[in-house]
C-alpha cells in the first residue's frame, strides 16, 4: 500500500511550510481553560510562613501535654477530631474526651503530686499542602519525673511509664488557625 502524504484539511501552506490554522475559542472558554491551568499546577504550594505555624501548633500541643493541661490542648484540636492509639481507635465528640481525660489527669496528679512527664521530639518532619492541609510526624521519647518527696509506697503504685510513640498529626487550617484532625499513635520499637 503506497500511500501519498497530503496536507490535512484546513492546515495552511506559508512559505513551502504547512502550519495548523489558529484555534479561536471564545473568551469565557479560555478563562475558565486557564483558571483550570492554574488550578492544576498551582495548588501544590503552602504559604510563607505556614510550616513554621504547623510546628508551633505542634509544639503547643506537647506544652499542653506536658503541662497536663488537656481542656486548652483540646482547643488545638477539631470537635471532631479522631485518633488511633494503641489498644483502640477513638472518635466523636472531641470536646467531652477531652473533658475526660483532664478529669483522669487531674485525680492522677492529686494521687501522685509533684510526678510529671517531659518529651524529646526526635525526627520532626512536616509537609503543608495547598496552604491548607499538613502532616507532621515526630518520635516521642518521654521521660516520667518522681520528686524524691514521694513516698516509697506511692511510687511503687505508680505502674508503667509512658511508652516511647510515633506520631502522626493531621492538621487542617480553620478560619486562619490550624487545628488537629487526625492523630495517629504507634509503639516505637526499641530495634
Not at 475558565?32 to 503552602?46: D, E, K, P, Y
Not at 510546628?55 to 488545638?76: D, H, P, V
Amino acid at each position: 500500500m503506497n500511500r501519498e502524504l497530503r496536507p490535512l484539511s484546513g492546515m495552511m501552506q506559508t512559505g513551502g511550510r504547512q502550519r495548523l490554522p489558529v484555534l479561536r475559542l471564545p473568551r469565557t472558554k479560555c478563562l475558565i481553560g486557564l483558571c483550570a491551568l492554574v488550578l492544576f499546577f498551582g495548588t501544590g504550594s503552602a504559604y510563607a510562613g505556614d510550616r513554621e505555624d504547623v510546628l508551633a501548633t505542634i509544639n503547643q500541643y506537647m506544652e499542653y501535654e506536658k503541662s497536663g493541661n488537656l481542656i486548652a490542648q483540646g482547643e488545638l484540636m477539631l470537635d471532631e477530631r479522631t485518633m488511633v492509639y494503641p489498644g483502640g481507635r477513638a472518635g466523636g465528640d472531641n470536646r467531652k474526651g477531652m473533658r475526660q481525660q483532664q478529669a483522669e489527669q487531674d485525680q492522677f496528679a492529686a494521687e501522685f503530686p509533684g510526678v510529671r512527664y517531659e518529651f524529646e521530639l526526635r525526627d520532626v518532619q512536616a509537609q503543608v499542602w495547598n496552604a491548607d492541609s499538613a502532616l507532621v510526624t515526630f518520635d516521642s521519647l518521654p521521660t516520667r519525673i518522681v520528686p524524691p518527696s514521694l513516698p516509697a509506697e506511692k511510687t511503687a503504685k505508680l505502674g508503667s511509664p509512658k511508652i516511647p510513640l510515633i506520631v502522626a498529626v493531621m492538621l487542617v487550617k480553620q478560619q486562619g488557625a490550624w487545628k488537629i484532625a487526625h492523630t495517629t499513635f504507634v509503639p516505637l520499637s526499641k530495634d
